[in-house]
DNA sequence: AGTGAAACATCTGTTAG
DNA sequence: CTAACAGATGTTTCACT
């Protein structure tokens, strides 16, 4: 992890789908280096992926914790149910009795209500905790 | 913004250099079609940019949610003796039980317990239970 | 470790039909 | 949308610093 690692980290942050021949001009290594580089980033686990930003339709005028609680199935399958909501904007596995911690934005109550009852549907789904966020301070 | 787009916006949140042609077998549609609509997606702000997720070790290395709970004082009270703390990301007044909700990046295991500490110790404070956060998806 | 070059498959953008 | 083409890109291998 030396110089030439922070560099590429930090250009893959800022745009993941900058290609390796661009990235090898910036930090004047060749090509076949900067593929290793990322290569051996990506294997042991500095980058653990690749993600678009999307943003939530309409505006994040609704902001929810969801607490869920399933009975089999790992947390990686649930996580790739939801992904198909814009407003699901982080899955956390946590400790403790709660399965997973959800933290969704949608722009409107009916809406949040759509996303909610999908996930209430989810096969294997035991109970979902409705948390609304009534005050927010983001430092 | 229909089915199409919904299933493209999916694919790129889970694996934003996913190619087109890929995309374009797994929601049935031609590459153009779909070249086409990510070039809307990114033009219309929808898709505001791709990003690798990058572990940064030493940074962050703990992610934890407290959920707190206090007699009398409102949230705003505590939010400012929390402001002190960098480690301290986002405080959230929810619905519920939990009279707020605090998520937490710290260092170490030994900065966060000392943080919490002092947490615990604020006037009016009546229980403090802490999830660590085992898996973590940012969407 | 890195370079440069080559070879090969794949992706992309752009045409034209 | 399909088809086809040209150029760019990712990946791997190799000989050589």
Redesign the interface.
Known sequence: ?DKFDQQI?AL??????LPVSQIAREVNLSRSAVSERIRQLEHS???????????V?GEAAI?V?LELFYNGGR?EHY??LM??F?E?????????E?DM?VYIEAPSMLRFSEVRGEIENFPGMQKV???????????
């Not at 686990?45 to 943003?55: D, E, L, N, R, T």
């Not at 699901?88 to 403790?96: A, N, P, T």
């Not at 905790?129 to 430092?139: A, S």
């Open positions: 992890m980290l893959l942050r800022a745009d993941a789908r686990g500095v980058i653990s992926g690749y993600h678009a930003h999307v943003a339709p902001k914790y947390c996580v790739e992904r198909v814009p699901v904007r982080r899955c956390s596995g946590i400790s403790g709660t911690l905790k409705t948390h609304m966020m009534v005050k927010d301070w983001v430092f």
